[in-house]
């Protein structure tokens, strides 16, 4: 019969020198990560900490600043045909084999402060007019790429919805669980789209479809694709990745 | 009664100076380090900063930390200049050198014979101070270019557009981290220049006898 098995014994004696050089070298990485300029390297807008604290409340200085700067009448730059990019860089939250097709039966929501809340076919969003533009989209990354996108004013669709175009935000929710917002002035913009084609063709899935939000004068993460819901609201709305960290105002 | 009318000679940095140093020690370091974790997000050329000098964990973190630091940096910067102009730091210590001053004093420093006065400038230091300075008001326009390129269009197009820009963003912060490299070294092989920026080391005589 057999006892029953013995687990080997480690005693502190025997891992000691182990242990202090792994915590010696975990303190050695301490010490040279330059970030930690104050020991500062835990700061990265995920603690409760003070110092994440003030990083957030600069934040939403810089989005008052961004604000200020922004002018409905500044357009960004257009490019001819030729300067478009191909192949068009695909990016989302997920990787591009998690696309997810249109729902059956969809319609664009409307909500919040607007007074014709009918939801929307695609057919109807066609029937509206229609405007096109070659820009440069930037992504918060860095990268950037020229592309050619037509679709409904976003002025003009609000308007026909009867919004209250004093209330402050717009949001926009997507069937693909991503969300995001704007501020009025923003979406008042005449670059700002309702897209419905992208480089003369309806959207396809992986840029959107079967209608994305078209922004040049903000960053890349602010054109929502794959678009289910807009809401006019006086309640600030976040979004994805603005709750995680990124600027809110986030204009170019 | 014993007067003492010892000739006070006036500090080697003034004050200002010494506090702004130690800000731009501060903010300078945050703005390199942060945008070394931003431009890993999405390297334009075919390398990576490595990933423990970041600061801010994150993109995001790391944008927080870039668009703090502006606001440190861009205040100091304008404090500086006003300083420099009105006190007359420029006129008396930042003449612009004539290439005969630089050639000869760059001779004397690589045959480390360049003798070093705290308080005075001689032409190299006035060429790399003057070149450093220029350095981080193009960072500053540059940066400012690539953060705003629709709302100030004109000063991207300056950098010859977006992706253009951003290179020269990147270009430049190396040719800051440079002069800092030659900067520490000279520090530590003159330490006493790192004393008289923390207290008020009276200025050396312009020729010691």
Same mark, same amino acid.
């Given at each position: ?31 040279? *990560? ?106 918060? +990354? ?7 996108? *037509? ?26 669980? %991503? ?62 990745? +603005?709750?995680?960290? %990124? ?6 | ?31 390199? /380090? ?14 990576? /900063?490595?990933?423990? $000098? ?30 420099? /102009? $009105? ?10 050198? $004539? ?43 540059? @940066? ?26 990147? $270009? ?17 092989? /003159? ?8 207290? @008020? ?9």
């Amino acid at each position: 019969m057999n006892g029953p098995r013995r687990l080997p014994v480690v005693k502190f004696q025997d891992i000691k020198p182990e242990l202090r050089q792994l915590q010696r070298r975990a303190f050695l990485r301490t010490a040279l *990560s330059l970030g930690g300029l104050a020991l500062l390297t835990g700061c990265d807008l995920s603690t409760n900490s003070g110092v994440d604290a003030a990083l957030k409340s600069i934040l939403r200085f810089d989005d008052k600043v961004q604000a200020a700067l922004f002018s409905r009448r500044c357009l960004a730059q257009t490019y001819p045909p030729s300067a478009v990019t191909r192949p068009f860089r695909f990016n989302a939250f997920y990787p591009e084999w998690q696309v997810r097709g249109v729902p059956e039966g969809w319609r664009l929501e409307v909500a919040g402060s607007v007074s014709e809340k009918t939801p929307w076919t695609i057919a109807a969003l066609r029937n509206l007019p229609q405007v096109e533009q070659i820009t440069r989209h930037i992504c918060i +990354e860095g990268w950037s790429q020229i592309g050619r996108w *037509s679709g409904v004013p976003l002025r003009a669709f609000l308007q026909r919805i009867g919004a209250d175009l004093r209330a402050p935000f717009v949001s926009f929710r997507c069937f693909d669980g %991503y969300s995001t917002s704007i501020d009025m002035a923003s979406a008042l913009h005449p670059q700002t789209i309702l897209a419905l084609d992208f480089d003369g063709q309806p959207l396809a899935a992986e840029w959107g479809a079967p209608v994305r939000l078209r922004i040049p004068t903000k960053l890349g993460f602010k054109s929502a694709k794959n678009l289910q819901a807009i809401e006019v609201t006086r309640i600030f709305p976040g979004g994805f990745w +603005e709750n995680q960290g %990124y600027d809110w105002f986030s204009g170019l | 009664m014993p007067l003492h009318h010892q000739p006070t000679r006036s500090a080697a940095h003034p004050v200002m100076i010494r506090v702004l140093h130690w800000v731009w020690v501060y903010a300078i370091g945050c703005m390199v /380090f942060s945008g070394w974790q931003i431009y890993n997000a999405s390297p334009s050329l075919p390398f990576s /900063f490595p990933r423990w $000098t970041g600061l801010g964990r994150w993109l995001g973190g790391a944008l927080a930390w870039h668009f703090s630091a502006m606001w440190l940096l861009a205040l100091s910067g304008i404090a500086y200049l006003a300083y420099g /102009f $009105t006190s007359g730091h420029f006129r008396r210590d930042f003449g612009i050198p $004539t290439p005969r001053a630089v050639s000869r004093d760059l001779w004397s420093a690589l045959t480390f014979r360049l003798g070093h006065r705290l308080g005075h400038y001689n032409a190299v230091q006035r060429l790399l101070y003057l070149g450093v300075i220029g350095a981080l008001l193009a960072q500053v326009a540059t @940066g400012v270019a690539i953060w705003k390129p629709v709302q100030l269009g004109a000063l991207l197009s300056l950098f010859g557009g977006y992706p253009s820009a951003r290179n020269i963003h990147l $270009t430049i912060m190396f040719l800051i981290v440079a002069f800092t490299i030659v900067h520490v070294v000279l520090v530590a092989i /003159f330490p006493r220049t790192l004393v008289s920026m923390i207290v @008020g080391t009276p200025a050396e005589p312009k020729d010691r006898t």
